[in-house]
């Protein structure tokens, strides 16, 4: 298979940073992608690694390692609004762009 | 900014009915995909097209049927709708260059 391994539940405080991590497996990777999802809501678009190194994009930062099949999502100054389900999802050679899912991190914000 | 859109958003519907969901982009999107969610789970690829006249079944085994006649239009037909269909469906366009954008979808309750 194709597992991807994130954390299911974080919790932090407003203004706080939080680190979400996730593993894939290396065979045949191509790209990652997180995603942001509010309850009841469509997924958006946060970030794309497909090089080692750190992507950043106001508030939000992606990591990738391609060689140890590992990402992260960085959120800094935590916001209430910021609290959804953090997707993460990887495109593998072949696939055509389709993206398998990751399982979700649920984060909660706390005042 | 994404433009895709489903209906309905959400539906209830009784054991046997045959219902189809719609699904319409207008970005010129080739490529497009359903997924089905279920409640604080992962997101399970059942269909995708390529382009026109072009479907393939996705990784999760599903009773549903698919047709892309246009490119703008992807809807998702079950022939007699049982409990077991209950989920959330989310359909979602990209291509080659650009990152899936996933619809508000519809939140199917069969009764």
Redesign the interface.
Same mark, same amino acid.
């Given at each position: 298979g194709q597992n991807i391994d994130q954390p299911t539940e974080m919790t932090a405080t407003e203004g706080a940073i939080v680190q979400i991590n996730c593993t894939y497996q290396t065979s045949g990777f191509n790209g990652l992608f997180w995603y942001q999802q509010h309850a009841g809501e469509a997924p958006t678009f946060l970030s794309y690694n497909v090089l080692d190194g750190l992507e950043e994009k106001g508030r939000f930062s992606s990591f990738l390692s391609r060689s140890k099949g590992y990402s992260y999502l960085l959120l800094k100054e935590l916001q209430m609004k910021d609290s959804a389900s953090y997707l993460c999802a990887v495109t593998f050679v072949g696939s055509a762009r389709q993206l398998t899912f990751g399982s979700g991190t649920q984060l909660t914000v706390l005042p | 900014e994404a433009d895709i859109y489903q209906t309905p958003r959400y539906l209830v519907i009784g054991t046997g009915k045959k219902i189809t969901l719609e699904c319409s982009q207008t970005m010129g999107h080739d490529?497009m995909?359903w997924?089905q969610q279920d409640p604080?789970?992962? %997101?399970?690829?059942i269909h995708?097209s390529?382009g026109v006249n072009s479907t393939e079944k @996705?990784?999760l085994s599903s009773e549903s049927t698919v047709s892309r006649i246009r490119t703008e239009h992807f809807p998702l037909t079950l022939e007699s709708a049982r409990p077991s269909h209950t989920s959330q469906y %989310?359909c979602a366009s990209?291509t080659?260059y650009s990152?899936?954008?996933?619809?508000? @979808?519809t939140?199917l309750t069969v009764t």
């Open positions: - | 490529k995909y997924y604080g789970m992962e %997101l399970h690829l995708y390529y @996705g990784d %989310l990209s080659i990152p899936l954008h996933f619809g508000n @979808g939140r």
